[in-house]
């Protein structure tokens, strides 16, 4: 977890800890309300102390359908969650960080976007539905992107920006990046399709 950032502002949140999140999450002082995934990354002894430590401990077969991070997302969901933020799910082995991005634009998964965040140390992003959106700039983050992660994306309308847009078309793929802040807020608007937007910094 060594994209991960400094956790302690967070700390007395509810924590859900996934595979070897859990431990990592035991070894930094923050005892997790639940830990689940196949936990193939641990040792059986790492396993035995989560298992001692932890009150809800929910482990799943190597071969499943869903990845360790949908298994997470899906419990947030059910507690009713207001707000996922989502640490370790990126940097890292490449195919774990697309399945983890990609897996809201599953139907199964769209109740999740308006809640979820991905954070790491050099990042942080979020997928959006069509609608207007302001948004903050994150601190000492300089650059925002905006890509297309739907089929198309029409209506795409950026102000605040330093490059702006008004009512374009994109298709998927299409990644409008190093775009900047002119102040402290920006609005994105789009009429179809999913964005995924990261604010960055080098």
Do not use: C
């Not at 992003?125 to 890509?147: H, S």
């Amino acid at each position: 977890m060594s994209n991960v950032p400094d956790l302690t502002p967070y700390k007395d949140d509810y924590w859900v800890g996934i595979d070897r999140g859990a431990f990592r999450l035991l070894e930094m002082g923050i005892t997790p309300k639940a830990a689940m995934g196949d936990f193939d990354s641990l040792s059986s002894k790492e396993l035995a102390f989560v298992r001692d430590n932890v009150v809800f401990v929910e482990q799943y077969p190597a071969e499943k359908d869903e990845t360790d991070a949908m298994l997470g997302i899906t419990y947030a969901l059910n507690q009713k969650a207001d707000e996922i933020l989502v640490f370790g799910a990126t940097g890292g082995r490449m195919d774990h960080t697309l399945a983890n991005l990609f897996m809201l634009t599953y139907e199964s998964y769209q109740a999740a976007i308006p809640v979820t965040t991905f954070v790491d140390k050099q990042n942080t992003l979020k997928m959006y539905q069509p609608g207007r959106y302001e948004l903050e700039k994150q601190d000492k983050m300089k650059y925002i992107a905006f890509t297309v992660v739907s089929a198309e994306v029409t209506g795409l309308t950026l102000e605040g920006f330093k490059y702006p847009l008004n009512n374009a078309t994109y298709p998927f793929g299409s990644a409008l990046s190093s775009n900047e802040f002119v102040d402290e807020h920006g609005v994105l608007s789009f009429s179809e399709g999913l964005i995924l937007m990261s604010q960055s910094h080098d």
